[in-house]
Nanobody, 111 residues
């Protein structure tokens, strides 16, 4: 069964950090472009970062220099390291790969 499961969300103060994880099963993550998306309250889902390979990555302008996407092919995992978090980074974060979405993990940045 093809499945993606996110973890690592939570409540963090502005300026803090979180690392999101996404475990893939039923397919080999290394074969696919992977991505992280965010859906803020009342807004449409938007792209945050994607990775075609370890050397080909994309970041939304709003997160460049603060977020880092990575993958662990040996363990079929993908990650999103988020530093210097801002309140506008709040939302449900979803991982995507092989045409599948995870269930999402809530990130709240608030003091």
């Amino acid at each position: 069964q093809v499945q993606l499961v996110e973890s690592g969300g939570g409540l963090v103060q502005p300026g803090g950090s979180l690392k999101l994880s996404c475990a893939a099963s039923g397919f080999i993550l290394d074969y696919y472009t992977i991505g992280w998306f965010r859906q803020a309250p009342g807004k449409e889902r938007e792209g945050v970062s994607c990775s075609q390979s370890d050397s080909i990555t994309y970041y939304a302008d709003s997160v460049k220099g603060r977020f880092t996407i990575s993958r662990d092919n040996a363990n079929n995992m993908m990650y999103l390291q988020m530093n210097s978090l801002k309140p506008e980074n709040t939302g449900i974060y979803y991982c995507h790969g092989n045409g599948k979405w995870g269930q999402g993990t809530q990130v709240t940045v608030s003091s």
